[in-house]
T-cell receptor, first 114, second 109 residues
Framework: NAGVMQNPRHLVRRRGQEARLRCSPMKGHSHVYWYRQLPEEGLKFMVYLQKENIIDESGMPKERFSAEFPKEGPSILRIQQVVRGDSAAYFC????????????FGPGTRLLVL | QQPVQSPQAVILREGEDAVINCSSSKALYSVHWYRQKHGEAPVFLMILLKGGEQKGHEKISASFNEKKQQSSLYLTASQLSYSGTYFCGTGGRDDKIIFGKGTRLHILP
């Protein structure tokens, strides 16, 4: 049973470009969460999605950031016009049901903005 | 609303015990514990639900005091493989999980 998959694992972008991060949840999981982690810091909640719905995006910046989880395909975290401060590790997690059930993390995407 | 973890860091010798604490200012329904090694994804350790239930996994166990809104993670006879950063995550019944800043554990041989 494959775990949570994320790609790419590493992404380098120049300031002003767009970054697209993908997350495929574990089989049977319909809830996806995105977290951002800066070096030597904790996991900061960004957004919680179910299929075709954004449930909670309170941790996501209002500008430049968007997320989706379409009926078919992976969840996408999109960062437009990246800035150096966006450099971080972005982790996706999934759970079979509501957030109180165990969340399993993917390997993360490490974004570097030059 | 971010839970507070203590200590921030701890250094132990192999075989010693450790306790990591997690406290919240709001009523909790669940506490989730994860361990993360440098450059890797957080790995699930255990989840504790409202009810004060203590759980265990080999030499790692945890307690949840819902009255005090606290949880503690107990590492017994620590092994080198226990090194890493431990995160607690807390949440209400249908709320997102909010993680603490982590406790760095370093085990010396």
């Amino acid at each position: 049973n494959a775990g949570v998959m994320q790609n790419p694992r590493h992404l380098v972008r120049r300031r002003g470009q767009e970054a697209r991060l993908r997350c495929s949840p574990m089989k049977g999981h319909s809830h996806v969460y995105w977290y951002r982690q800066l070096p030597e810091e904790g996991l900061k909640f960004m957004v919680y999605l179910q299929k075709e719905n954004i449930i909670d995006e309170s941790g996501m910046p209002k500008e430049r950031f968007s997320a989706e989880f379409p009926k078919e395909g992976p969840s996408i975290l999109r960062i437009q016009q990246v800035v150096r401060g966006d450099s971080a590790a972005y982790f996706c997690a999934s759970s079979p049901g509501r957030p109180q059930e165990t969340q399993y993390f993917g390997p993360g995407t490490r974004l570097l903005v030059l | 609303q971010q839970p507070v973890q203590s200590p921030q860091a701890v250094i132990l010798r192999e075989g010693e015990d450790a306790v990591i604490n997690c406290s919240s200012s709001k009523a909790l329904y669940s506490v989730h514990w994860y361990r993360q090694k440098h450059g890797e994804a957080p790995v699930f350790l255990m989840i504790l639900l409202k009810g004060g239930e203590q759980k265990g996994h080999e030499k790692i166990s945890a307690s949840f005091n819902e009255k005090k809104q606290q949880s503690s993670l107990y590492l017994t006879a620590s092994q080198l493989s226990y090194s890493g950063t431990y995160f607690c995550g807390t949440g209400g019944r249908d709320d997102k999980i909010i993680f603490g800043k982590g406790t760095r554990l370093h085990i010396l041989p």
